[in-house]
């Protein structure tokens, strides 16, 4: 059975579907669905609805304070799991510290809170409930010691009690917490007005496209030239994701899946533009990169083809900065033991492979100390994304 | 039942003796969370803390235990480890060493029980009976 794939994006819209794939910039002074159908009202009328799968990623992301008792096992858990569900980390805070810890001042999407093995009881007290007074969040679960529930729930409104992340050998329990806040992010995105709207076109369910991209990655090396261990680079308008292979991780946490994701919400080259300028500007190796590339910092402020161009490949840089040892923020990946680095998205669209391999030789010549690089490889056609939908689709199917 | 949190620290992957104290803990009765070889002491601390333990009990055959704990002190103060009891065993030195400059080093460090290349059964009585008084 044919079908028609639909991506909408912070910044295009594309369709796949048995002519090929195209794509186009969105128009922000009209609704999505309106947007979509008048610009590509052919396609679309050639489909029945229960043909068409749609996936989002337009504003996706989620922000999360985590709570927890210790570095090594809550807040490493717990900061594992949010990052591989598309939520993006505001802060963490030990918990033996919350009294000196800063305010988050900005609305929080989640608030997590762990900590304790089962059997172990009086975890949290007053602190937490006085900290949790100043903040600003719209959900809250916990996932800590099961003696604790009952005491915290009586004294947190709406507070979401799901089982401990931690098992009672100190290993890392992931699936609970994993669905709870992939169901938020996924619901963050087919919440939006715009994005219900497209339910009149397609009788199948919207997911989110980080989710999509994640599907094929078991087949990619498989349909590509790309040799395992991988990382899937796809920068977008409004985020960045990165997808790679659990074999590049650090963290010696034993889990089901094979391969895992991280979403910037603050990495994109059109909505989140500003941030990624901030971002890039306080790195100390970017204005060194921008003598490479030949300009000076100007190219920052100003609105060109070419000020685009930089900016994507200063963002390829970013998130490899991000995922490697030069920033222990996030997920450290072991870079040197990484094959092949795989880009999707409208970046591949600008960009060529020039543009991107000396973005890639910068990275491993200045953060690893290496000449030698992964290979590269560009999805200009998308058919990472269509290899997603696909699999879904045949998913939903059995 | 007490707990006990064990494992071997630093970089050190002597895999069989960290199994045999597992194994023997386990036989004297006691709940054990082996954290296993190549063990930072700050995730020693976090497990304490984690499991609410009675014993910490790491161990060092390669005998560079030294200079993995010296930052017992700083991390028991910061967790208010004050009911927990700290024991190190193994082969604690490198190269020739006095069993009483060792023991005290050690206990400067902040360990009650210290055990330099002493049987592994003679070890863990010793734990008891100090649990024993404790209590």
């Not at chain 1, 975890?123 to 007074?133: A, I, P």
Request: hydrophobic share 40%; charged share 25%.
């Amino acid at each position: 059975m044919s079908k028609l794939l639909v991506d909408i994006g912070s910044t295009y819209i594309k369709i796949s579907s048995s002519n090929g794939v195209f794509q186009k910039f969105r128009d922000f002074n009209r609704a999505i669905l309106d947007d979509l159908t008048s610009k590509f009202a052919d396609e679309i009328q050639r489909y029945e609805k229960d043909e068409i799968h749609i996936c989002s990623s337009a504003n996706g992301g989620l922000s999360t304070l985590i709570i927890g008792l210790t570095n090594s096992f809550s807040l490493k858990y717990a900061t594992n799991i949010a990052f591989n569900s598309g939520i993006n980390i505001i802060d963490t805070i030990l918990y033996h510290n919350i009294e000196n810890s800063p305010v988050a001042g900005e609305l929080l999407d989640v608030v997590i809170i762990v900590g304790g093995i089962d059997s172990i009881g009086g975890v949290f007290d007053e602190k937490l409930f006085s900290y949790l007074s100043k903040l600003n969040y719209s959900n809250i679960v916990y996932v800590g010691s099961k003696k604790d529930r009952e005491y915290l729930s009586e004294n947190i409104e709406n507070l979401v009690i799901l089982e401990n992340i931690i098992t009672e050998k100190l290993k890392v329990n992931e699936e609970p917490l994993k669905e709870y806040l992939t169901n938020l992010y996924q619901q963050d995105i087919v919440g939006k007005e715009d994005i219900k709207e497209l339910y009149t076109l397609s009788s199948n369910q919207i997911y989110s496209t980080p989710y999509i991209v994640n599907q094929s990655l078991p087949y990619i090396d498989a349909n590509f030239e790309v040799i395992n261990p991988f990382i899937v680079i796809d920068i977008g308008g409004a985020t960045t994701d990165i997808h790679y292979s659990r074999d590049l991780s650090r963290d010696n946490m034993v889990i089901d899946s094979e391969y895992d994701r991280l979403v910037f919400k603050k990495l994109g080259v059109y909505k989140s533009k500003d941030s990624l300028v901030y971002a890039a500007k306080n790195n100390e190796f970017v204005y060194e990169l921008l003598n490479v590339l030949n300009v000076t910092e100007n190219i920052l402020e100003e609105e060109s083809e070419q000020a685009t161009k930089i900016l994507m490949q200063l963002s390829i840089f970013l998130v490899l900065c991000k995922v490697s040892i030069h920033t222990s923020l996030y997920i450290t990946l072991n870079m040197h033991l990484l094959k092949s680095i795989v880009l999707t998205g409208g970046i591949t669209k600008v960009l060529s492979y020039d543009e991107v391999e000396v973005i890639v030789q910068f990275f491993y010549k200045k953060i690893l100390n290496t000449t030698a690089i992964p290979t590269i490889l560009l999805d200009s056609n998308y058919d990472i994304w269509t290899l997603g939908m696909k699999a879904l689709g045949e998913k939903d199917v059995d | 039942m007490y707990k006990v949190v064990t494992g071997v620290v630093g970089n050190d992957i002597h895999v069989v003796a960290n199994r045999l104290i597992d194994i023997s803990l386990q036989a004297r009765g006691f709940e054990v969370f082996n954290l296993g070889v190549n063990t930072y002491l700050e995730e020693f601390i976090d497990a304490v803390v984690e499991t609410d333990a009675d014993v910490l009990l790491i161990s060092s055959l390669n005998g560079e235990a030294e200079g993995w704990c010296r930052e017992l002190q700083f991390l028991m103060a910061e967790y208010e480890l004050k009911d927990v009891t700290f024991v190190i065993g193994g082969n604690l030195s490198v190269g020739e060493s006095k069993d009483e400059d060792l023991v005290k080093k050690y206990q400067s460090y902040g360990f009650d029980l210290v055990f330099h290349q002493i049987e592994l059964n003679d070890g863990l009585d010793q734990l008891e009976e100090f649990l024993g008084k404790k209590s």
